[in-house]
């Protein structure tokens, strides 16, 4: 297994575990571990992309880097008011 | 912006992610940057806020990013230390330095704005906002800077009206 | 082993493990406050682990892709923390601005 995958392999279990986060907190911190996944499952799309020398797996990382961006912004507007 | 940049900047931004020098494509990517920045002008026009930046203010970004790498270190060993069973994982602290709002004009504007993103770069310390009625800039830091407070708070100097220099 | 290589298996172990410390930290504080500082280091952990793309890459469309990924993240993560905190503060207190009575540390001079 390249260093990639490994890289890739233990991130993914991270973004995993991050996912959950959201469950057992309430909205504004789940919001939180939302914004670090994006960012996390960003970082394991460009892995994968090196380790699979695919390069459409970058263009989608850049673009979730992007859109979890708006989406947070979005949602941290929304959760001014409401549940 | 001017429309100019913001078209050539969306314009390298589609080059970036084409991977071939059709003209189809460079065709495409010249509309979709025009309609880029025709939208991002006719936001701009509705005047919702106007924000006077000083270019000579940007060299000093250095300084928040040099605040990085300690900065990881005291995040990383408060999470591994909050990690343990057992331990009161820290809460940080509201800390409020006094700066100078002015009134509602661009350059004050700008100030406030350069200084929340400023101090928010470096992940121990991110500015919730500039409070102008009560003239403070208000940050929350997890490890609490105790020794030069002002620099990592406010590190390009916004906080008074004509910078030192 | 390069020198080539050895920078890159230095900077996956630097970007996965502030990744790791990230998600560590957010799980671990009580604090939303606190919580909302990780975030930022995760992007710095992506910027390291781009910057290993890019030194095992070489100059290559897949570099400039990945390093351009952790830009939009390092220049976007201050900004939506910053949102968010006031988000945060707005749906708890009603106002993010100091609330009489809160315990806020002014720095003097």
């Known amino acids: 297994m390249s260093e990639w995958a490994l890289a890739a392999l233990v991130l993914f279990a991270v973004l995993g575990a991050c996912l959950l986060l959201p469950a057992l907190f309430d909205p504004i911190d789940g919001l939180i571990a939302l914004e670090l996944s994006g960012t996390t499952g960003t970082a394991v799309l460009l892995l994968l992309a090196q380790d699979l020398e ?6 989608l990382g850049l673009i979730l880097a992007l859109l979890t ?15 | 912006m001017s429309w100019t940049a913001v078209a050539v900047a969306l314009f390298a931004f589609w080059l970036l992610l084409i991977d071939t020098r059709e ?24 005047r919702i806020a106007r924000v006077g930046l000083r270019w000579r203010w940007l060299p000093r970004l250095w300084r928040p990013l040099a605040n990085v790498p300690g900065d990881l270190v005291r995040l990383s060993v408060a999470a591994l ?73 406010d590190p390009l100097e916004m906080r008074r009206r004509e910078p030192p220099r | 082993m390069s020198v080539g290589s050895i920078v890159v298996a230095i900077l996956l172990v630097l970007g996965v493990g502030l990744q790791v410390v990230a998600c560590i930290g957010v799980a671990a504080m009580r604090d939303t406050y606190a919580r909302l500082h990780y975030p930022g280091v995760a992007a710095f952990g992506l910027a390291a682990i ?3 793309i890019a030194v095992d890459a070489g100059p290559s469309m897949i570099a400039d892709k990945a390093l351009a990924a952790a830009a939009v993240v390092l220049v ?34």
Do not use: C, M
Request: charged share 25%; no cysteine.
């Open chain 2, 23 to 46: 003209a189809p494509q460079l065709f495409l990517g010249v509309a979709a940057a025009a309609l880029g920045a025709t939208g991002s002008e006719l936001v701009r026009h509705q």
């Open chain 2, 81 to 153: 230390r909050a990690a343990r069973p057992g331990a009161r994982p820290p809460a940080g602290r509201l800390r409020a330095l006094e700066f100078d709002a002015g009134g509602g004009n661009p350059a004050d504007l700008g100030r406030a704005a350069l200084a929340e993103l400023a101090g928010s770069l470096s992940p121990n310390t991110y500015v919730i906002g500039v409070d102008a009625k009560r003239r403070l800039l208000l940050v929350h830091q997890l490890v609490p800077d105790e020794e030069r407070p002002r620099r990592t708070i």
């Open chain 1, 69 to 83: 961006f708006v989406g947070s912004l979005a949602f941290a507007r929304l959760l001014e008011r409401g549940p």
């Open chain 1, 54 to 59: 695919r390069q459409s797996f970058v263009d």
């Open chain 3, 50 to 52: 781009a910057a290993a």
């Open chain 3, 76 to 109: 976007t993560g201050p900004l939506l923390t910053h949102v968010t905190a006031r988000s945060a503060r707005r749906r708890r207190l009603g106002d993010w601005t100091i609330r009489p009575g809160e315990q806020v540390e002014r720095i003097e001079r």
